[in-house]
């Protein structure tokens, strides 16, 4: 865990999981300011965020316990 390759996937996946959060902030803030069109594309992309930060985090996870088995 100390690897500076997993300090950037773990900072990289935090980093993911925030951007995901305050995109779904904005969409409960601004409900009724946006469009239909422009509440997809905000929800799209916290989804994709959130993806993204599962991804980063199960190869942080994988690279781990890789190292610690040998």
């Given at each position: 865990m100390k690897?500076?390759?997993?300090?950037?996937?773990?900072?990289?996946?935090f980093i993911a999981i925030g951007i995901s959060i305050m995109l779904m902030l904005v969409k409960i803030i601004w409900w009724d300011a946006v469009s239909g069109r422009m509440f997809l594309l905000i929800r799209g992309f916290a989804g994709l965020f959130?993806?993204?930060s599962v991804v980063l985090y199960c190869i942080m996870f994988y690279r781990v316990n890789k190292s610690a088995l040998k």
């Open positions: 690897e500076k390759a997993n300090r950037r996937l773990r900072n990289a996946s959130a993806l993204i």
